[in-house]
């Protein structure tokens, strides 16, 4: 067994097609398939079912490659140490961020990195929090910026920072009167909501601690847009939740409309997830101490 076919199995995986596979990996494509028939006689396994379009793991070939994964990334990190560290990160980063931080987050870090990090390529990919943990397992991103908890198998998760959660109240809502808001007083048909699939909305009617009331609402709306959410309502008089990064970009007749929530004040955490032993730690390393910096810098 060699790296190279762990590399052809996991690149079979990757572009579910032999010929993508090899020229991924910049070999031919009798070459790469002959290395995996040898290792599969090796394992004394069938790895991928040939018969289909997309080719695709056995289930003996999904434990192998995901093995496989973790061994190239123990190799590529034992490279990477036993060569000259670069003082300075450079490279390509690909990172993906979650629709609700992007568009408050990524103006403020993107700026200060490439100024920083010159020698760096940044790529920053919206994608929602079970799209980004495909991703990671697959390799398509190195890192990601998430607001859950969880705990990921196989994957590191690094506190960045937290921030409060706030209440926008529409024009003219009985609310407005009010200096802080109780969450839990807030009524579920008056609370506008991103759609299924994002986390913000499970941490929204977590702190309102009550479920989704959308049948005694005349337009039911799902979004995956804050700033959308924030437009409705504005002009139905409804509710929305925000977090403070989010507020930084209103106008002054729409900050106006933000109110701090009753304490204890619940607030939103932010977190790095990376796969063990990353071929790019120091690149991911300079990105998270920006995106530190930055939002330190921008909520004083």
Same mark, same amino acid.
């Given at each position: 067994?060699?790296?190279?076919?762990?590399?052809?199995?996991? =690149?079979?995986?990757?572009?579910?097609?032999?010929?993508?596979?090899?020229? #991924?990996?910049?070999?031919?494509?009798?070459?790469?398939?002959?290395?995996?028939?040898?290792?599969?006689?090796?394992?004394? =396994?069938?790895?991928?079912?040939?018969?289909?379009?997309?080719?695709?793991?056995?289930?003996?070939?999904?434990?192998?490659?995901?093995? #496989?994964?973790?061994?190239?990334?123990? #190799?590529?990190?034992?490279?990477?140490?036993?060569?000259?560290?670069?003082?300075?990160?450079?490279?390509?980063?690909?990172?993906?961020?979650?629709?609700?931080?992007?568009?408050?987050?990524?103006?403020?870090?993107?700026?200060?990195?490439?100024?920083?990090?010159?020698?760096?390529?940044?790529?920053?990919?919206?994608?929602?929090?079970?799209?980004?943990?495909?991703?990671?397992?697959?390799?398509?991103?190195?890192?990601?910026?998430?607001?859950?908890?969880?705990?990921?198998?196989?994957?590191?998760?690094?506190?960045?920072?937290?921030?409060?959660?706030?209440?926008?109240?529409?024009?003219?809502?009985?609310?407005?009167?009010?200096?802080?808001?109780?969450?839990?007083?807030?009524?579920?048909?008056?609370?506008?909501?991103?759609?299924?699939?994002?986390?913000?909305?499970?941490?929204?009617?977590?702190?309102?601690?009550?479920?989704?009331?959308?049948?005694?609402?005349?337009?039911?709306?799902?979004?995956?847009?804050?700033?959308?959410?924030?437009?409705?309502?504005?002009?139905?008089?409804?509710?929305?939740?925000?977090?403070?990064?989010?507020?930084?970009?209103?106008?002054?007749?729409?900050?106006?409309?933000?109110?701090?929530?009753?304490?204890?004040?619940?607030?939103?955490?932010?977190?790095?997830?990376?796969?063990?032993?990353?071929?790019?730690?120091?690149?991911?390393?300079?990105?998270?101490?920006?995106?530190?910096?930055?939002?330190?810098?921008?909520?004083?």
């Amino acid at each position: 067994m060699t790296l190279a076919q762990l590399r052809y199995a996991v =690149a079979v995986d990757t572009h579910r097609h032999f010929g993508r596979a090899a020229a #991924a990996c910049f070999v031919s494509q009798p070459t790469l398939s002959a290395a995996l028939k040898k290792l599969e006689d090796e394992l004394g =396994a069938v790895l991928f079912d040939r018969s289909r379009q997309p080719v695709v793991p056995t289930a003996a070939g999904e434990r192998v490659v995901a093995r #496989a994964r973790g061994v190239l990334r123990e #190799a590529d990190a034992l490279a990477r140490d036993a060569g000259d560290r670069l003082t300075e990160p450079e490279g390509k980063l690909r990172v993906g961020v979650i629709p609700t931080l992007a568009s408050c987050l990524l103006p403020l870090v993107a700026g200060p990195f490439a100024a920083r990090f010159p020698r760096a390529r940044l790529t920053l990919i919206e994608l929602t929090t079970d799209a980004i943990l495909d991703h990671l397992v697959t390799e398509r991103i190195d890192a990601a910026l998430v607001a859950t908890d969880e705990n990921q198998p196989g994957l590191r998760s690094e506190l960045l920072f937290s921030e409060p959660f706030v209440a926008y109240i529409g024009s003219g809502h009985p609310l407005t009167a009010h200096d802080e808001i109780d969450p839990a007083r807030l009524s579920p048909t008056d609370v506008w909501l991103l759609s299924e699939g994002h986390c913000f909305r499970d941490q929204v009617l977590h702190l309102c601690g009550t479920a989704p009331d959308e049948g005694g609402r005349a337009v039911r709306f799902e979004s995956g847009s804050l700033e959308t959410l924030r437009r409705m309502a504005d002009r139905t008089g409804g509710v929305t939740l925000l977090t403070e990064l989010s507020t930084l970009y209103l106008t002054g007749d729409e900050a106006a409309r933000v109110r701090p929530l009753t304490a204890p004040v619940p607030r939103r955490e932010v977190r790095l997830l990376t796969v063990r032993a990353h071929l790019k730690e120091g690149l991911i390393d300079a990105f998270a101490a920006t995106v530190r910096e930055a939002v330190a810098e921008a909520l004083t």
